[in-house]
């Protein structure tokens, strides 16, 4: 649930995905669910050149399980708070 938690946090920011097939997709979060499946919007591919078939994709809902990074906002990384979320979660509260 911890990472649940965080990612409903992130909702409208700006995020990558690299998924285990090694597209990697950049877009603005619209929504995560506790399977940590993900929609985004406006979205676009990294290595366009690659993967010239997604150019004309705009939104997408990609799978928890097919996951292999996500790519978080520099600035939209807490470390204070992951730290007390860990600590609270290992002991159990």
């Given amino acids: 649930m911890l990472f ?7 909702v409208g920011r700006e995020v ?5 097939n090694d597209l990697a997709i950049r877009g603005t979060l619209h929504s995560v669910d ?3 499946n993900i929609k985004l919007e406006n979205t676009r591919v990294v290595d ?6 997604m150019l004309s994709v705009r939104n ?3 799978r928890g399980s097919v996951v292999r990074y996500v790519q978080l906002p520099p600035d939209g990384v ?7 979320a ?4 290992a002991r159990g509260g």
């Fill in 34 to 36: 506790q399977y940590l």
């Fill in 86 to 89: 860990t600590r609270r979660e």
């Fill in 16 to 20: 990558t995905v690299e998924l285990k």
């Fill in 48 to 53: 366009q050149d690659k993967n010239p078939h």
């Fill in 4 to 10: 649940f938690s965080y990612f409903k946090d992130l």
């Fill in 60 to 62: 997408c809902f990609i």
């Fill in 78 to 84: 807490d470390i204070e708070l992951l730290h007390d």
